[in-house]
């Protein structure tokens, strides 16, 4: 069994748990899998989800009713085109900013849960997204 994040097109994300990848893939071509919120069978998966901080939200991909998948890979593009990659060094470098240490820019990166809490604690707004097309870890 493998256990897949999943969100539907309302924004709710839940997990899902299948046989194995191609049972995820029939069930949710027959629309088998629903929202356990809303009930909606648009469901997508998101493979993995990354950190980013920006001064700018990203209000324009909130406006769009599109495929979410599709909306993933917007977003990746913008980032990987807007924002300096930090990889670990994520809620290192957000913290420098918080606290006027380095320039304010867009960075984007990982971060572990433990960092997570600690940005939210020293009150440092940042985004977590999905990223399309991660090779598949499951297996
Ligand atoms: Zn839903």
């Given at each position: 069994m493998i256990?897949?994040?999943?969100?539907?097109?309302?924004?709710?994300?839940?997990?899902?748990?299948?046989?194995?990848?191609?049972?995820?893939?029939?069930?949710?071509?027959?629309?088998?899998?629903?929202?356990?919120?809303?009930?909606?069978?648009?469901?997508?998966?998101?493979?993995?989800?990354?950190a980013i901080k920006s001064s700018n939200p990203l209000k324009e991909f909130s406006d769009h009713q599109e495929d979410l998948?599709?909306?993933?890979?917007?977003?990746?593009?913008?980032?990987?085109?807007?924002?300096d990659d930090v990889g670990s060094n994520f809620a290192k470098e957000a913290l420098k900013m918080h606290y006027g240490v380095t320039k304010?820019?867009?960075?984007?990166?990982?971060?572990?849960?433990?960092?997570?809490?600690?940005?939210?604690e020293e009150g440092v707004q940042f985004f977590k997204v999905p990223m399309p097309e991660v090779p598949d870890t499951d297996a």
């Open positions: 256990a897949y994040d999943l969100q539907c097109i309302n924004g709710h994300s839940f997990e899902g748990w299948f046989e194995d990848r191609k049972a995820y893939d029939a069930q949710k071509k027959k629309a088998l899998i629903a929202c356990p919120v809303c009930n909606s069978t648009s469901i997508a998966r998101i493979p993995s989800t990354f998948e599709n909306i993933g890979k917007k977003i990746a593009d913008f980032v990987e085109k807007n924002f304010t820019r867009n960075i984007r990166g990982v971060s572990t849960k433990e960092e997570e809490k600690t940005l939210t």
